[in-house]
């Protein structure tokens, strides 16, 4: 355990944690007690305990607020389909490197059990718009640039090799194309996929290898009350491309800007980065463009799992932006214009019989709407 026990006793109001929605695989009274053994003496309850349920990620994790102040957050994590010991390990790397992650008060390995520091409420998606964009982008990519200084001690931070690279890619032909639009692949098409596949990965691996999030982009970003940045959603965190976490903020799967003021922001991040200072500007745009579309094709997988096994529907609203990020790059490249002419023909007209589906050529031109899951 990360913290001492607190021997307050007081009546355990179960607010929030009746229905098995909420908490999964956990006994209810069990994760009660423990958050009261757990909460630290400087968090002071106000009133019984009282939990409220947060909304989810796109993981098994459950989020609970804690009526304390300063404010706290319990999570469920369950350890049969969380890695909570990669959670610890990567916040306690981050922190060594000034990167401001959650507090981590008490943990409980055998039960999955957590409680956080309350980064509070203000996503960074939320206070984005033409005015402040710039402001905080600048902000994300400068704490980016600390994340990638972090050291990339081997036993917290796992290779994104080309195994685990094509193995994220081909969640697209197994769920998007197979599971969800019903599309059979023949010899050639995957033989084409498979090439396409190669040279996105040989792009990946020939660039400048450092710790990377994973999954950084404004939903998972916070604006704390210091006015810095607090980051989320890390456990997955890898040694592996320069340009992954940057082309997931700045081609971001929810909200779309601009794509000339993203490239600019690209060739700025590129010329302030010490790992890129040798690889030019074409170069580095090929290497974040090419990235940027194995992470979309992943992507398109994720979300029909998602969907389809987790019941996870809201993400699907967001495919055809996510479709058009991947065909943009597709087209630019001699060695994937081919994905792009294949799923133009193949995929494009089984699209208009999805009820999620829009037009992907247009999708993410309202850059200001907000809604969706975390």
């Known amino acids: 355990m990360l913290s001492a026990r607190n021997t307050v006793t007081q009546r355990l109001n179960y607010k929030g944690l009746l229905s098995s ?90 039960r999955g059990f957590l409680l956080l520091e309350d980064f509070g409420y203000e996503l960074l998606q939320s206070l984005l718009n033409e005015d402040s964009l710039g402001e905080y982008y600048q902000q994300a990519e400068s704490t980016l640039l600390e994340i990638q200084q972090t050291a990339p001690k081997a036993q917290t931070f796992p290779v994104y090799d080309a ?28 033989s084409l996929l498979d090439t396409v596949f190669d040279v996105l990965i040989e792009s990946a691996i020939t660039q400048p290898q450092v710790v990377v999030h994973r999954d950084y982009h404004s939903r998972n970003l916070m604006l704390l009350s210091d006015k810095s940045l607090g980051v989320i959603d890390f456990q997955d965190a890898v040694l592996g491309p320069v340009t992954y976490d940057l082309v997931s903020l700045l081609k971001d799967c929810y909200v779309r800007w601009p794509a000339e003021q993203m490239r600019e922001r690209a060739i700025i991040f590129a010329a302030k980065s010490p790992h890129c200072d040798a690889s030019g500007q074409q170069q580095f745009l090929r290497w974040f463009d090419l990235m940027g579309m194995q992470r979309h094709i992943k992507v398109m997988g994720i979300f029909a799992r998602l969907a389809l096994r987790d019941g996870k529907q809201s993400y699907l609203k967001d495919l055809p932006l996510v479709i058009r990020y991947s065909l943009e790059a597709a087209k630019v490249y001699p060695e994937t214009a081919e994905f792009y002419d294949w799923f133009l023909r193949r995929v494009e007209p089984v699209l208009s019989a999805q009820t999620w589906y829009s037009d992907w050529q247009v999708a993410g031109e309202q850059p200001f709407a907000q809604d969706g899951v975390t």
């Open 21 to 110: 929605e909420r908490v999964k695989n956990q006994d209810k009274q069990a994760f009660m007690d423990w958050i009261m053994a757990y909460i630290p003496t400087k968090h002071l309850l106000q009133g019984p305990l009282k939990v409220e349920a947060l909304a989810g990620d796109a993981g098994f994790r459950r989020y609970f607020r804690l009526n304390t102040k300063p404010g706290l957050i319990a999570v469920d994590s369950p350890p049969t389909q969380e890695n909570n010991l990669a959670y610890v390990s990567v916040a306690m790397a981050l922190q060594t490197q000034g990167i401001r992650t959650p507090i981590i008060y008490a943990v409980d390995f055998t």
């Open 163 to 190: 195994p685990r690279l094509y193995t994220e890619m081909a969640l697209f032909g197994d769920w998007f194309l197979g599971k969800m639009l019903g599309i059979s692949l023949d010899r050639d098409e995957i």
